[in-house]
């Protein structure tokens, strides 16, 4: 992953700055800057979200931190 976030505001925020949501999404640095194979990850307290950034209206992902390390861990041994 990159250092660089991506601040995305919830649909649901209001414009008067009440009830504001917003989730830092970071980038994968395997993806290519030609759009394939891109992937978004955002990390909250209870759960880290991943979603396709070529689409990003699409539903995401939703994991716990916990299986969300156990994936990690997993992927860097393969």
């Not at 009830?19 to 978004?40: D, F, H, L, M, P």
């Not at 539903?59 to 997993?74: E, G, I, R």
């Amino acid at each position: 992953m990159t250092d660089e976030l991506t601040w995305f505001k919830s649909s649901h925020s209001g414009n008067e700055g009440a009830n504001c949501i917003e989730i830092a999404w970071r980038k994968s640095s395997y993806s290519t800057n030609e759009g394939a194979e891109c992937v978004e990850v955002a990390e909250t307290t209870t759960a880290v979200l991943v979603r396709d950034s070529k689409d990003k209206a699409s539903p995401h992902l939703t994991f716990s931190p916990t299986a969300w390390q156990a994936f990690v861990d997993l992927a860097r041994t393969l």
